[in-house]
């Protein structure tokens, strides 16, 4: 015969595995939130939000890919140069202008004219 402290003792245990089990966190994508009004399950997939969107990521791909190629393909150097320092192309540190106009000994106003004038350049051409 068992003792009735001994049943109480071995149910309180399966209550509290059986807490513990409810609180679980472990969730699925697939797992089933609630239904919509027709019936069809509404999942966790379908409550989260991206703001990806692969047409604007393609789009900017492309648009880098000219980018790229125009400013590998310039005829002027300097310009060229400055481009490549003032963004941190080719995997450089991005410099500033006072840091650009000291690397190549001219004044900072003239990086930023030849600045202004390239990426205007490189505007026109991914029109």
């Not at 003792?3 to 089933?32: G, P, W, Y």
Request: some cysteine; charged content about 35%.
């Amino acid at each position: 015969m068992k003792c009735i402290r001994c049943v109480s003792i071995a149910n309180e245990i399966l209550m509290h595995f059986r807490k513990i089990r409810k609180q679980s966190a472990d969730m699925f994508i697939s797992d089933t939130v609630e239904y919509d009004k027709n019936g069809n399950p509404l999942t966790v997939e379908d409550t989260l939000k991206s703001d990806f969107n692969v047409e604007d990521d393609f789009e900017m791909k492309t648009q880098w890919s000219k980018v790229k190629e125009y400013i590998e393909n310039m005829t002027d150097e300097r310009s060229r140069e400055i481009i490549i320092l003032r963004y941190g192309l080719n995997n450089k540190k991005p410099l500033t202008q006072r840091e650009v106009a000291e690397r190549l000994n001219i004044s900072r106003s003239y990086v930023s004219r030849i600045e202004k004038k390239t990426l205007s350049k490189i505007k026109d051409h991914l029109k």
